[in-house]
């Protein structure tokens, strides 16, 4: 028997609106390593001109961008917090994406948490799940 995974439901016209409409985006999980998934949609996200913020803090820069230590530290606003975090650890970046005022929240893959993708969606933003934001700008956007 396969597990169904829960989806977020969004059709593919509401995550291109998504994608067109937002251009901010805090990065959590951020890594200077090239070999790693968020360093490498890191660097996409950039050169298609979206203005991302990277969270990790371990790190004081990533991919020449200074690197906050939280979403609440970025000192200008951020409309998408992007998470490349174990599930265990997605509820306090929701938490931070709400006070922040963030519009949206994407769980890549492995990042998923039922609890936090609610609490996302209960707070009023949009959430994303099960999915790549390159993969998914790969696919509806060129």
């Given at each position: 028997?396969?597990?169904?995974?829960?989806?977020?439901?969004?059709s593919?016209?509401?995550?291109?609106?998504?994608?067109?409409?937002?251009?901010?985006?805090?990065?959590?999980?951020?890594?200077?390593?090239?070999?790693?998934?968020?360093?490498?949609?890191?660097?996409?996200?950039l050169?298609?001109?979206?203005?991302?913020?990277?969270?990790?803090?371990?790190?004081?820069?990533?991919?020449?961008?200074?690197?906050?230590?939280?979403?609440?530290?970025?000192?200008?606003?951020?409309?998408?917090?992007?998470?490349?975090?174990?599930?265990?650890?997605?509820?306090?970046?929701?938490?931070?994406?709400?006070?922040?005022?963030?519009?949206?929240?994407?769980?890549?893959?492995?990042?998923?948490?039922?609890?936090?993708?609610?609490?996302?969606?209960?707070?009023?933003?949009?959430?994303?799940?099960?999915?790549?934001?390159?993969?998914?700008h790969?696919?509806?956007?060129?």
């Amino acid at each position: 028997m396969v597990m169904k995974m829960p989806v977020d439901r969004l059709s593919d016209g509401e995550v291109r609106k998504i994608l067109t409409k937002y251009r901010r985006i805090a990065l959590v999980g951020a890594s200077p390593k090239p070999e790693r998934d968020a360093n490498q949609v890191m660097r996409y996200l950039l050169e298609k001109g979206y203005e991302v913020y990277p969270v990790n803090p371990r790190y004081s820069e990533v991919l020449g961008k200074k690197c906050y230590p939280s979403v609440l530290d970025i000192p200008d606003n951020v409309e998408i917090v992007d998470l490349f975090v174990r599930p265990e650890f997605t509820m306090d970046y929701v938490e931070q994406a709400i006070k922040k005022g963030a519009k949206v929240v994407w769980f890549q893959f492995g990042t998923y948490d039922r609890e936090a993708f609610r609490k996302a969606k209960e707070a009023g933003l949009m959430a994303v799940a099960h999915r790549c934001i390159k993969q998914e700008h790969e696919r509806l956007m060129e």
